[in-house]
């Protein structure tokens, strides 16, 4: 079964600053994606960015990019400059390749950029 | 990525009644719809997965008599709440299984408030 853990059911940031959340998973496959999304007050699931698995190279989309480490199953999100827009929940979420390719949630951690 | 129609927005309704979502994909044909609720303050729970010309599937402790789901065509997905009770009363999305490697979207939910 897969398990997506957030531990900071919190987090504030300076505007123009960098922050970090953090995210782990477990699974015992070895052919999977993770995401991270943002829902924003308004509640739309937006994705932020998405990983393969089995690509070491670490994405990045514009001011957001993960640091992906495959063997500690650690799924870690930056988000560089953060800008007031970017205050929303942030939701990590894997998902395996083979059968139904459900999306499996974390908790969730609420992001807050101090002006 | 795909657009995802859903609606209502938000929905009051008496305890007792019966409610229905509707969520249509309208850039390409979903064989397989998710079905997600989510409490305040919490994460997406999948309830179920729909898919088109058979019977849902139910994750554990979902009452599929409760949450009835037609997925009748490639672009259109039903979820009805049945004799609805104030705890049913919570946030409800849904989502397409498109490419898993696009990252999937997500309908814009509706807001269930039973009184």
């Known amino acids: 079964a897969q398990t997506v853990t957030q531990s900071q059911p919190e987090m504030s940031v300076q505007e123009a600053e960098t922050v970090t959340l953090s995210c782990t998973y477990d699974?015992?496959?070895?052919?999977?994606?993770l995401f991270w999304y943002k829902q924003p007050p308004s509640r739309q699931m937006i994705l932020v960015i998405r990983?393969?698995?089995?690509?070491?190279q670490n994405a990045t989309e514009n001011r957001f990019s993960v640091n992906f480490q495959k063997a500690a199953k650690s799924f870690s999100l930056k988000i560089s400059d953060s800008q007031l827009g970017d205050a929303a929940m942030y939701f990590c979420?894997?998902?395996?390749?083979?059968?139904?390719?459900?999306?499996?949630f974390g908790q969730g951690t609420r992001l807050t950029i101090n002006p | 990525g795909a657009v995802v129609s859903q609606h209502p927005s938000w929905v009051i309704c008496k305890s007792g009644t019966s409610v229905k979502i509707e969520c249509r994909s309208l850039?390409?044909?979903?064989?397989?719809m998710f079905w997600y609720r989510q409490f305040p303050k919490q994460s997406l729970m999948l309830m179920a997965t729909?898919?088109?010309?058979?019977?849902?599937?139910?994750e554990q402790g979902v009452e599929k008599d409760k949450f009835l789901i037609n997925h009748a065509s490639l672009t259109l997905s039903t979820l009805t709440v049945t004799s609805a009770h104030p705890e049913d009363s919570s946030f409800y999305i849904c989502?397409?299984?498109?490419?898993?490697?696009?990252?999937?979207?997500f309908g814009s939910g509706t807001r269930l408030t039973v009184v």
């Open positions: 979420a894997s998902s395996i390749i083979q059968g139904a390719q459900k999306l499996v």
């Open positions: 729909s898919n088109e010309g058979s019977k849902a599937t139910y």
């Open positions: 990983q393969e698995a089995y690509k070491q």
């Open positions: 850039d390409f044909q979903a064989t397989t």
């Open positions: 989502s397409p299984r498109g490419g898993l490697g696009y990252g999937y979207t």
């Open positions: 699974t015992s496959e070895s052919d999977y994606y």
